[in-house]
Structures are given as structure tokens and as C-alpha cells.
């Protein structure tokens, strides 16, 4: 495996694909393992939350390698791993989890206990405060405890086959997937998603395979509100009103939904007139008031306890303008937190191959070399209403 190189993180706004460390079965605080397997990456994407990271949002270092939406193919394993073998094809989670301790037993793969050298729970591949695994937007990676992570695909050729779709089974398709069953969404649900991203069409896709009756996308981007009207879904065009209730009364007769899910996060912008500036409450103060009693909100967006580019002061230590006393008075549920992948992939992994989710199609999954990491990085940032798959051993189709 010579000449490994990866997409480094050099600073706000900076991304770079450099030279780096041919992974090492060594975990982060240094101890040598065995569990482990080593990936020759095969297609890994860019993601919401990276954009966090290179938007200069959050504590990063400089010189991280990113990359957590890891799919591979097998090219070296510990003598501790068992089930899995050279050759095999493979996603992996975005979640790092020991597979042994309280929470992974309970499938909370998200805030596993053993994983994380700060002493936090929860680990990630190249994410800042999780854990210190080396990201895989990379030619090749290390992967530990291989046998409780790793997804192998039945098949190869078939799996080769629909590959685009498959990689999204690392990350958004099941982050997408829990947000609408924390939501509560089932057959005749109406579904509210703040967010057109690629968490957002997910969280769509997702809503319509549990039987969603009407399923709405909201947004500001024009491009990203076409493409999800493209496949499929309600666009929701939030610069028209600051009042969601009127919006979504106009699109489905009715100014409630049943289901919420918050696809943005703590970089959210405003409504209507106040588009163009940061409000990082808008999402969940919209999300409390459209959903209708008892109804529940799926909080995948991702929120920070330190974000430096904050506007001010309280948002600067993650506290929001949150109006709780109107979801308290609805009796409203909140789930948070990083998606547990494990969970659900595999089941995922069956809808796609039995052509049930074109997820690749529904976040417009878009391929490009390793090598041109930063222009994806730059294109994604703008909004481009597109999923990245970067190819670092130029296997997969244009
Ligand atoms: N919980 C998890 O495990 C997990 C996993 C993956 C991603 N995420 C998070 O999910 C979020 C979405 O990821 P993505 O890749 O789709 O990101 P993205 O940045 O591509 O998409 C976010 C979208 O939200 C839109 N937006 C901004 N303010 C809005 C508002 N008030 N209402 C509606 N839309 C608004 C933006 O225009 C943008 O299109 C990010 O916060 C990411 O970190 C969480």
C-alpha cells in the first residue's frame, strides 16, 4: 500500500490532498490491536458535517485527516478478527464502537464507552472530539474492531453494481432513516424535514419507504428545492415567509404535521426577509411550531457545545433562543444525537439491493477523484444540490 494520501484539513475554508501515513493497526492512544482491519477505500463521501470542520465551525485541529462515509474492500487483517476476510467488500459506519460495552449492547453505537481517548462517549473517523481516528477520505484506512463494524455486502459484482447507492449506507441514508423513525413516521404520516442537503432527501426517502402520506422539504436553495421536488418530494421555499404554519398550510390544506425532522443543524439560517443570516434556533423553534400534539421531532442536524464562528456570545457555548415552553405545552418529543448506523444498515442494505430506496438518485450522488477533493469541498459549501463520492483508486463509474 504505497503512497497513501488523504484530504487534509489546513484551516477555515482549506482542504487539501496530501502525503500521509500508510494506516497502522495502532489505535489512537498508541496501543497496538488486533481487531482491526485495513480498507483500500473504495468510495468515501463528503458530508454536512465535514462542512462544519472546514467552515471553520468548530474546535478542529489543523492537519486532521477527514473522512467518516468509509466504504472498502478488505486488504489486511488482525489475527483477532474472525468473521470477516481479504477480498471482502465492505461498509463501514461512520460511528467507531467497541462492540462490548453498555451502550453498543443496547445498539447506541453513537456514544460507545471504550472509544473515545478524551473520555467522551462516542467515536468517528477524521471528526473533531471523536476519538482521534484517522479519517478515510483516503486511499486506504484502519478500521478496528472490524467484525462487530463492518457491513459485508453479499455479494461483489452485485454490490459493485450499485455501489453509488451503497456508499450512502456508512452515514446519511441511515442518519436519514433514524430521524424519521424517532420522528414517529409511519403509513399516512405527514412529515415536515427542515433542510434539502443530502440528510434531508435522505430523511425523505426514508419517510416515504415507512409509508409517509405527504412528505415536505423545506430550504432557501432554489437548486436544492428543485431537485427534491425533481424526486419526488414537497419543496418547501422558506425564503417566501418567515411563517413556516403558512407555508405548510398552503402546500398540504393544513398548517400541522404529524412528523418533524431537523436535517440543517446549528448553522441554520433564518425565514423569509431573514434568509441571509444566521439564526440557530429557526429550525427547532419552526419544527415545535408546525408539529402538531404529542407529535415527535428527530434532531439529526447536528449541534455543537463550542462553535467559534458563532454570531454571538451564547451560540458561541451552544446555547440557543430555543422556545421550549411551546413544544413542552404540545407534548413534544426530542431525539437527539449521532446516528447508531449499526442499527439500521444492514436492513438498508437490503432495501437498496431489492430496489426499494434509489437513494443514490434521490441525493444525486456525484463522483469525483480523490484528487479533487477541494473542489467538492468548495462546490458542496455553495450549495450545489449534490452528494460527493470521492474515488481515490478510480473504480467507480462517471
Ligand atoms: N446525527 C448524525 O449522526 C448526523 C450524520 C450526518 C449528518 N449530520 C448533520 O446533518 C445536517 C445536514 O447534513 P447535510 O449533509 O444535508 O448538510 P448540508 O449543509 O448540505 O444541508 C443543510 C441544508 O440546510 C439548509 N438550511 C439552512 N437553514 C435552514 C432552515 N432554517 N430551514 C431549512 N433548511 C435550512 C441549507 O440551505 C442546506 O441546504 C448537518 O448538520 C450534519 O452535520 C448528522
Partial sequence: MPNNKGVVYLGPGKVAVRAIDDPKMVDPRGKTIDHAVILKVVATNIC?????MVRGRTTAPTGMVLGHEITGEIVEKGKGVEFLDVGDLVSTPFNVACGRCRMCRAQQTGVCLHVNKSG????????????????????YVMVPYADFNLLKFPDKRQAMAKILDLTMLSDILPTGFHGAVNAGVGVGSTVYIAGAGPVGLAAAASAQILGAAAVLVGD?????????????????????SDDLRELVRDAIGTPYVDAGIDCVGFEAHGHGARAATEAPATVLNGLMAVVGPAGRIGIPGLYVTDDPGAKDESARHGSLGLRFGLGW????????GQTPVLRYNRQLMMAILHDRIPIARIVNATVIPLDEAARGYQEFDRGAARKYVLDPHGLLKR
Fill in 329 to 336: 405545552s404540545k407534548s413534544h418529543s426530542f431525539y437527539t
Fill in 48 to 52: 454536512g458535517s465535514d462542512q462544519h
Fill in 220 to 240: 432557501m436553495n432554489q437548486e436544492r428545492l428543485k431537485h427534491a421536488r425533481e424526486v419526488g418530494f414537497i419543496p418547501i421555499d422558506l425564503t417566501k
Fill in 120 to 139: 467522551l462517549a462516542g467515536g468517528a473517523y477524521g471528526y473533531v472530539d471523536m476519538g482521534g481516528w484517522i479519517g478515510g477520505q483516503a486511499q
